[in-house]
C-alpha cells in the first residue's frame, strides 16, 4: 500500500513539475518579446527625436525627399525614412 502511494506521489510531483517548467518558458517568452518591443520602441523614439532636433538645412542635406507636390501657395516634401514617411511643408 506504502509503495502505491509512494508512485502516485512522484507522478503527481512529477506532472507538477512538468507544468511548472511549461509555463516558465512560456512566461520567459513573454518577457524576452516584451523587451525586444520596448527596445524596437527606445530605437523609433529616439530616432525621431533626433530628427526633430535637427535644423531645417541639416534635414533637408541628410534625407533626399521621395516626392514633391508644388502648389501655388506651398512646396510639399514628402521623406521615408526607415518605412515612415515624414512631411515637410515650405510655404512660399
Same mark, same amino acid.
Given at each position: ?23 516558465? =518558458?512560456?512566461? #520567459? ?8 518591443? !520596448? ?11 533626433? !530628427?526633430?532636433? #535637427? ?7 541628410? =534625407?533626399?525627399? =521621395? ?12 521623406? =521615408? !525614412? ?11
Amino acid at each position: 500500500m506504502k509503495l502505491v502511494m509512494n508512485l502516485v506521489s512522484f507522478i503527481i510531483i512529477s506532472i507538477f513539475s512538468f507544468l511548472t517548467l511549461k509555463y516558465l =518558458n512560456e512566461i #520567459l517568452l513573454f518577457l524576452d518579446e516584451k523587451q525586444n518591443n !520596448i527596445k524596437n520602441t527606445t530605437k523609433i523614439i529616439e530616432e525621431n527625436e533626433r !530628427i526633430q532636433a #535637427l535644423d531645417l538645412d541639416s534635414f533637408l542635406s541628410e =534625407n533626399l525627399y =521621395n516626392n514633391t507636390f508644388k502648389t501655388d501657395t506651398a512646396t510639399i516634401f514628402i521623406y =521615408n !525614412i526607415e518605412n515612415y514617411d515624414f512631411v515637410y511643408i515650405e510655404e512660399d
